[in-house]
């Protein structure tokens, strides 16, 4: 297991690499973005001119999702991909629960805290109402067309 100061870093980095996979077998062009306050995780190229970015959001436990750097005004042709792993992050072979949304619909998810200093994304509004979007590779499917 990290440490706990590296648990963030190795949940988000391990999941960014869990979408991009799948990305890849649903047959793809996607590319990782590098560096750690980017707003973009993904870019998936769909032909000349034409590509759609994705954001990954992960948690490790059964937590809600921070979405503190996602941003609250829709942006077309960008989807965000919310990971929990279910309080199973140390068992790879576990896989973990996906939601997959277009920008626009998970803006309007987010809370803010009592204090107004966090953003989140709560996980029983996810789990709960919007099980459309759990495991809806499609849905990326198709913006690549």
Known sequence: M??????G???NLAS??????????LGLDANLTLGN??????????????AFTIEVK???GKDDWLVGNLGLTPRKH???VLVSYEAAFEEPDKAPRIWIFKHEDVVQLIRHSKTGTARFI???????????HAQNWDLLRQAAV
């Open 16 to 25: 960014e690499f869990y979408v991009l996979s799948a990305l890849y077998r």
């Open 78 to 80: 960008h989807y965000v």
């Open 37 to 50: 306050k980017k707003g973009v995780d993904i870019v998936v190229a769909c032909g000349p001119g034409r």
């Open 2 to 7: 990290p440490p706990a100061n590296q648990r």
């Open 58 to 60: 992960a948690v490790a």
């Open 122 to 132: 709560q996980r029983k509004t996810v789990r709960d109402l919007w099980t459309a």
């Open 9 to 11: 870093y190795a949940t």
